[in-house]
């Protein structure tokens, strides 16, 4: 009887060792040899496999009834509650990402967006005038870098 619980447990909770096994039940091994020559499983180890695997106590005993309290409909696995995951913040817009570096970058400095078809938008440094669009020439389609 004993040996039928245990290869029940084996074969669902694919721990095929009994130091695997004492591992997942936070006991010693020897415990698992001391619960054979006793020839029961212990209520402890019983609650731990429902916990962790949403195993049936009774099937591991007797293998009558469910393999699990808990799961799908087939029977082949508990079924975890999802975790929940909150949703990620927004994503920044062109234009806060543009204000938010001009905002580092400090007074009289400007970002200018380039873009895939060669458009460039400039915004004037004064609040007065309207932003320009227009097509960036090649020989001026360079990126300069000076330290001053």
Same mark, same amino acid.
């Given at each position: 009887m004993f040996d039928d619980a245990m290869e029940r447990i084996r074969e669902t909770t694919? #721990?095929?060792? +009994?130091? %695997?096994?004492? #591992?997942?039940?936070?006991?010693? +091994? @020897? @415990?698992? @040899?001391? %619960?054979?020559?006793r020839g029961s499983i212990p209520d402890t180890w019983l609650v731990v496999l429902y916990e962790k695997f949403g195993l049936n106590p009774t099937w591991i005993r007797t293998g009558a009834g469910p393999v699990y309290l808990t799961g799908d409909p087939d029977r082949t696995g508990p079924v975890q509650e999802p975790a929940y995951v909150p949703p990620p913040p927004p994503e920044p817009t062109v234009t806060e990402l543009k204000d938010a570096l001009e905002a580092r970058l400090g007074a009289g400095l400007r970002v200018v967006i380039v873009g895939a078809q060669d458009q460039v938008v400039t915004t004037p440094a004064a609040p007065a005038g309207p932003a320009r669009t227009g097509r960036i020439p090649e020989e001026e389609n360079r990126e300069e870098v000076s330290h001053g």
């Open positions: 694919k #721990l095929h060792t +009994q130091v %695997a096994l004492a #591992l997942c039940l936070d006991i010693r +091994q @020897s @415990s698992i @040899s001391d %619960a054979k020559r």
